[in-house]
């Protein structure tokens, strides 16, 4: 499967929780893909750090009425922050699903590969104490996301995509703004709910 087949599933499966999208290519699919959403927040030019923020805001949301922060992450981002599996695994956030979307290259800069080729990331979640599986087909990702989703515990889940993408528009604009976009979609969540 490609990215962009990935990314539209998840924005189907997950319509109203957080979600935490990695670095521009990810973010301009998915804008391209189901437009711009105030659940969404992109973390634009801060590679490695779309999963301590999700981490982050698990942990401030866990008695909030929100099922699970979703994060979606690459490879090589994943890479250059690896540690964090070790802090989600020590603090075992209950609300927090990291998709790693695993191309095996640093597409932004190029196509070079990344370490991913020799890096079994299901094993070293598991080995951090997070629930951990993989996903290679849509119909698999669907069931296996639906099945995450529903535990207690931090979860991790490899999908394999090819290095296909769409044609989009560049996502230029100040990253305060769709953060302060993001903080008003989470007010009015907790607001709701109260």
């Known amino acids: 499967m490609n990215r962009p087949e990935a990314l539209k599933l998840i924005a ?6 957080p979600i935490v999208l990695t670095l521009g ?3 301009r699919e998915m804008m391209a893909l189901v ?10 030019d801060s590679m490695g750090l779309p999963v301590p923020i ?12 929100v099922d699970k922060v979703i994060v979606i992450e690459g490879d090589g981002s994943l890479l250059m922050g690896l540690s964090v599996l070790s802090t989600i695994g020590m603090l075992q956030p209950r609300k927090l699903l990291l998709i790693l979307m695993d191309n095996g290259v640093y597409a932004a800069t190029g ?23 993989e996903a290679t087909t849509l119909e698999g990702l669907r069931s296996t996301l639906q099945e995450l ?32 976009e993001f903080q008003a979609y989470l007010q009015q969540r907790l607001r709701q709910s109260s």
């Open 111 to 133: 196509g070079q590969p990344t370490a991913a080729q020799s890096t079994d990331f299901v094993r070293v979640a598991q080995a951090f104490g997070l629930e951990a599986r």
């Open 149 to 180: 989703a529903a535990l207690d515990r931090p979860a991790f889940l490899r999908v394999a995509v090819t290095t296909e993408t769409i044609p989009t528009d560049y996502f230029l604009e100040d990253p305060v703004i769709p953060g302060r």
């Open 35 to 44: 437009g711009r959403r105030a659940n969404h927040l992109p973390i634009l």
């Open 25 to 27: 290519g990810t973010v």
């Open 54 to 65: 999700a981490l982050g805001l698990a942990l401030g949301l866990e008695e909030a009425p």
């Open 12 to 17: 189907e499966l997950f319509p109203d929780q």
